[in-house]
């Protein structure tokens, strides 16, 4: 009773006020209220926090003494590539890593997109840099026969003394401009895959001796060579074999036809080894057909493979590193470079 009194008197003084009475009550619209938001803010926090965090591991290097370096979105790593146990980490002051290259005497040079290092594999200290190159953000890494150092940027290629670290000399005109991927020939000259075909380099003068700017897709995003000197070349939306003497393209691998081909590897036993954006196949590199496909990878965009290190394949995605032996019918990931086990 003394309660039903109070709000009679609560009331009144509003209305004395000019306030409507129905106003003291919330009104709901005839529709029932909107879903909550999902996942909860606590969940939600964690999972904006997860996408701050870079999972690709776009290189892989093996060392001479058989361990294996892997450049991720968090910085470099060096493992056990038998037993997968974590032996160093090399703290960068760029964790985005875009190659690894490992010069005559063992060290370990790293292009990031903030410049070069080089790294102490004994201490894992970094030991020398280079921040004048013709672009800080270093795309390829390749050690010619006299092991000097190539740096493939998005704006040319820089020749370093692995040494002193210093350039040597710059090739800033470099026709396609950005340097994705390198390698040599039978004849120790260097080739370059741009956004303009591809290049040859004299590795003696820097000068270009050739230019291929006639091949479909025109941008090359990865190379290799085989054991007859042919090179493999991977595109955008193709992966052809051009012969280096004369530039001519000799065939485009059918079962990649409209496959975004990111990189190539040629394992011990001569197949070749090809990832792209929707997966990873091992093929026969006579007649292109597919020997493997692996499944089981933290995901389908391959970014690096290291064939033949451990008794193992490792490959880099864009969600982690995994690895796999002869006769497993799929990867496995490594934990330490993916997303937490749900």
Do not use: C
């Not at 060096?78 to 160093?88: C, E, H, K, M, V």
């Not at 004994?122 to 390829?140: C, G, Y």
């Not at 929707?278 to 292109?288: A, F, I, T």
Request: charge should be positive.
């Amino acid at each position: 009773m003394l309660v039903e009194n109070y709000l009679e008197k609560y009331l009144e003084n509003y209305k004395s006020v000019g306030v409507d009475s129905s106003e003291l009550t919330p009104a709901y619209p005839p529709t029932t209220p909107p879903p909550g938001v999902k996942p909860l803010p606590d969940r939600r926090i964690l999972e904006n926090n997860r996408k701050d965090v870079d999972y690709r591991v776009h290189a892989l290097q093996k060392d001479y003494i058989g361990n294996l370096w892997v450049g991720s979105g968090r910085g470099l790593t060096r493992i056990d590539p038998n037993t997968g146990d974590i032996l160093a980490r090399v703290n960068l002051p760029s964790v985005a890593i875009g190659a690894l290259a490992e010069d005559k005497v063992g060290r370990i040079w790293v292009g990031t997109y903030a410049g070069l290092k080089r790294v102490d594999p004994r201490s894992s200290e970094i030991t020398a840099q280079n921040l004048f190159l013709p672009s800080k953000r270093v795309l390829s890494l390749q050690l010619d026969r006299r092991g000097y150092l190539w740096v493939g940027t998005d704006n040319g290629l820089a020749l370093i003394s692995p040494d002193e670290g210093l350039i040597m000399t710059t090739l800033k005109k470099l026709p396609g401009v950005s340097a994705n991927s390198m390698t040599l020939d039978a004849d120790g000259q260097l080739w370059v895959g741009t956004l303009e075909g591809l290049v040859r380099v004299n590795t003696a003068s820097a000068f270009v001796m050739k230019h291929i700017n006639n091949l479909p897709g025109t941008t090359v995003q990865a190379l290799a060579i085989d054991s007859k000197g042919l090179i493999w070349a991977g595109m955008a939306n193709n992966l052809l074999v051009i012969n280096p003497k004369n530039g001519t393209i000799l065939r485009s691998v059918t079962r990649l036809r409209g496959k975004d081909v990111r990189s190539i590897k040629f394992a011990r036993d001569g197949s070749v080894w090809v990832g792209t954006r929707n997966g990873l196949l091992r093929l026969n590199p006579h007649n292109g057909a597919v020997l493997d496909r692996v499944a089981g990878l933290p995901s389908s965009r391959v970014m690096s493979i290291a064939p033949d290190v451990g008794n193992k394949l490792w490959v880099g995605t864009s969600e982690g590193l995994a690895w796999l032996m002869p006769n497993m019918e799929r990867a496995q990931p490594h934990f330490a470079f993916g997303r937490e086990v749900e």
